[in-house]
């Protein structure tokens, strides 16, 4: 054991390790079928006495020695770790071309790992974001030998996770990422100076128009990855195909699954959680609150990748419930044995004067709002990738603006759990067949701070709803899902946007195609929220204390 290991183990709340004598390889060699040449390092306990431990295997584009801590605390803690830099990354050979390669490069390392001689015939995955990615790459035909996979902050479909949530380009992630990864071997001290810069690199490169130059005003070249994201924006295009790995789920091994409530993967990784349990695979979910890449999110998912791992290729059974949420407001921990909880579904409904209730609405004549392209709505917080962006932020500047409607819930005399799925259904009429809408789900405090809980954006394009002889339509969003204790004397509000600039890449409102869209066309949006056309959000109401 080093000092670092012992305060990172500390800090992630791992408990005491098992052994302090960790040794490791470095720069061993993995042949890929066409030659290729993966390196990977691999470290493991050597303290006298200690048998063949289990495997557990990461594959990652963010280079080896990074998430070298990583290695040690999981040997320090039993378990050998193999960790492989993806194909064309940090000296493995290769094009880089992110998940294309995943699958076939996968599957070569399992069964390379498995012809070694310090192999026992157990392997367990682990690894978030990316690295998740790279297990959902095997797991549909994983070999017999994978026993546990901890599927963290990811989903097994890539498109539609996180490059269109909701069919809205993900333009400031899409763009932070490419920056991120085209800097990550420059060096030290060139990496540090480029996370110093990030943040305002990314904003004035997000800016851009058409944003098919994006990726030059990040990077100064065009990312090939890239322009492929944005020419193939058509739901169904069968380009994404051979990278979704969620089709066939009947024989994915025992998965542990833990995410974040601010995390952009987090709709699309509840949606494989509750696809495994139907298919009948032992999974379990655990969701903080979180953003992508959070410290404590890591410490947690390595914590509960142990337990998972202890229970599944040892002999020690975990004793907690399938599903752990930790709810907001409350600030504690809670278990269920499904998700969804069992919930009673409550509609508050928007009405007049900017209001929020469980009564309906009487007449009341709709609401206004104008949406400019040209000066688009801020998206301030959510699930964003860059850490100044993401999580829970102060609503007071983007409330303030006349492109955002409020409606606000009177104060709350007694406490109301929401934990589960958000759905906001709007009775709406726009000036443009092409345009967004883009809800948010807010929590004020008693001195009016309002800071957001979840969001949704739907993109519509000619014929994708079905309009009444008034020009109105009904557009059901699906809100990020969310577990929150609204207190007493705090209060809940809906905001009714659309646009949130550039979590979301703004909507030009011409109907040109995404990457090569320059012409700005202004949407005039109206909300409607009388008795023929009720506008409501749906929360799943929870008892949680008694």
Not at 135 to 151: F, G, H, I, N, S
Not at 382 to 401: F, I, M, V, Y
Not at 491 to 520: D, K
Request: hydrophobic fraction near 40%.
């Amino acid at each position: 054991m080093t000092i670092p290991s012992w305060i990172a183990g500390k800090a992630a709340k791992l408990g005491p390790a098992k052994t302090t004598d960790v040794s490791v390889e470095r720069d061993l060699i993995t042949k890929m079928p066409d030659g290729a040449a993966l390196l990977a390092d691999r470290w493991y306990p050597t303290a006298q006495g200690v048998t063949t431990p289990p495997v557990v295997l990461l594959r990652s584009p963010y280079g080896r020695r990074q998430l070298g801590m990583i290695g040690r605390l999981f040997a320090e803690r039993g378990y050998q770790v193999v960790i492989q830099s993806c194909r064309g990354t940090f000296g493995s050979a290769g094009p880089w071309n992110p998940l294309r390669n995943e699958q076939a490069d996968g599957h070569a390392t399992l069964q390379w790992v498995a012809a070694q001689p310090w192999f026992d015939g157990k392997l367990v995955t682990f690894g978030p974001s990316y690295l998740g990615l790279t297990q959902w790459a095997v797991a549909e035909d994983a070999p017999e030998y994978v026993k546990a996979m901890a599927l963290n902050v990811t989903a097994s479909n890539f498109r539609d996770a996180i490059v269109y949530p909701g069919n809205s380009f993900a333009l400031e992630l899409a763009v932070c990422w490419l920056h991120q990864v085209s800097h990550q071997e420059d060096g030290w001290l060139k990496v540090i100076r480029t996370m110093a810069t990030s943040p305002k690199a990314v904003a004035a490169a997000c800016d851009v128009l058409p944003i098919s130059g994006c990726d030059g005003a990040a990077i100064g070249q065009q990312a090939p990855y890239y322009q492929d994201w944005i020419s193939h924006e058509t739901v169904g295009d069968p380009w994404w195909d051979s990278i979704n790995f969620g089709r066939k789920l009947s024989d994915v091994p025992p998965v542990t699954s833990v995410g974040g409530w601010y995390d952009l993967f987090l709709p699309a990784q509840i949606d494989d959680y509750v696809a495994l349990r139907q298919a009948g695979r032992t999974a379990r979910l655990t969701i903080g609150p979180w953003t992508h890449g959070s410290p404590a999110g890591i410490g947690g998912s390595m914590r509960d990748a142990l337990d998972f791992y202890d229970e599944q290729v040892g002999s020690k059974p975990s004793r907690r419930a399938d599903v752990r949420l930790f709810v907001m407001g409350a600030k504690r921990w809670v278990e269920f044995s499904q998700w969804p909880p069992p919930a009673e579904t409550q509609n508050w409904y928007l009405g007049r004067g900017g209001t929020l209730s469980t009564e309906t609405p009487g007449a009341s004549p709709p609401d206004h709002f104008r949406y400019d392209p040209a000066d688009p709505t801020p998206g301030v917080g959510g699930p964003a990738l860059l850490s100044k962006s993401a999580g829970r932020k102060d609503q007071h500047l983007r409330e303030s603006r006349a492109d955002v409607l409020t409606y606000t819930s009177p104060v709350m005399t007694s406490e109301l759990s929401v934990v589960g799925p958000v759905t906001a259904t709007l009775r709406l009429r726009s000036s443009l067949e092409h345009t967004d809408f883009f809800v948010r789900l807010c929590d004020v405090s008693p001195k009016g701070k309002s800071t957001n809980l979840s969001d949704g954006i739907i993109r519509l394009a000619p014929g994708s709803v079905t309009k009444e002889e008034d020009g109105t339509f009904r557009l059901d969003i699906a809100l990020w899902p969310t577990a929150n204790t609204f207190k007493v004397g705090h209060r809940i509000r809906l905001q009714v946007s659309s646009g949130a600039h550039p979590l979301f890449a703004r909507n030009t409102g011409s109907g040109e195609p995404l990457g090569t869209a320059t012409t700005l066309r202004a949407a005039d949006q109206e909300v409607f929220h009388d008795e023929s056309h009720l506008s409501f959000v749906t929360l799943p109401v929870v008892q949680l204390f008694h």
